[in-house]
């Protein structure tokens, strides 16, 4: 899978957008790129995923540069309980499963 | 809506017991993976079964072996405990016969061997 990129931490207002960088350049065409998020000792959570195109859900929205090579995830009005370490992730899909890896991620602190 | 069932929650064991962790998946879901997360680390990939064949396998050590069940239940058996065995072992569940499905995490089952 292809690596990925991100800033080890990074804050943000509470109410405010929260935009989270990623790089991928080497990311392949059947690659998609995956956010996960990770609140301290829980599961990671299943955030959003996209191939191409940019991706909203209720919870996120994702925006894929042209060329793929990176990515940013969206927290339209972040709260406190966005804080959280947020990983991206690239993906190879196979019929049969493939797993995620895991990379250092971004640890998002959302202040009042 | 359903999701991963780990148990137990907690365990605690000593070194060279052995130790058995269950993993529930979301129904309907056709694959299971497992994860361990060491103190201050990112979670690493052990294995993974697809339609209860394995599919896929990390860096898991000798001592550790698991399987999916006609239920599509997954366990994990780990041997000859040692201290560093001590971690979060997530398993997550996905729908792979769709292409793309995400995985989804259960809250895992943390061991502690003394």
């Known amino acids: 899978d292809a690596k990925t990129t991100q800033p080890p931490s990074m804050d943000c207002a509470e109410g405010r957008a929260a935009n989270l960088p990623c790089n991928h350049s080497?990311?392949?065409?059947?690659?998609?790129v995956y956010w996960y998020r990770q609140i301290h000792s829980q599961g990671p959570q299943y955030i959003i995923h996209g191939l191409k195109n940019n991706e909203t859900n209720e919870m996120a929205s994702l925006i894929i540069t042209e060329d793929r090579k990176s990515s940013t995830l969206i927290l339209p009005h972040a709260t406190l309980r966005d804080t959280a370490v947020y990983y991206c992730i690239v993906r190879v899909v196979l019929a049969s499963g493939s797993r995620l890896t895991f990379g250092e991620g971004t640890q998002l602190t959302v202040n009042p | 809506a359903a999701g991963v069932i780990q148990s137990p929650r907690h365990l605690i064991k000593e070194k060279r017991e052995t130790a058995t962790l269950k993993c529930y998946p979301i129904?309907?879901?056709?694959?299971v993976y497992w994860y361990q997360q060491g103190p201050g680390q990112d979670p690493q990939f052990l294995i993974s079964?697809?339609?209860?064949?394995?599919?896929d396998k990390g860096s898991i050590p000798d001592r550790f072996s698991a399987q999916q069940f006609s239920d599509y239940h997954s366990e994990l058996n780990m041997s000859s405990l040692e201290l560093g065995d001590s971690a979060l072992y997530f398993c997550a569940s996905s729908l792979d016969s769709r292409g793309g499905s995400p995985l989804h995490f259960g809250n895992g089952t943390r061991l502690t061997v003394t």
């Open positions: 129904p309907r879901h056709d694959t």
């Open positions: 079964f697809y339609e209860k064949m394995q599919s």
């Open positions: 080497t990311i392949s065409g059947n690659e998609y």
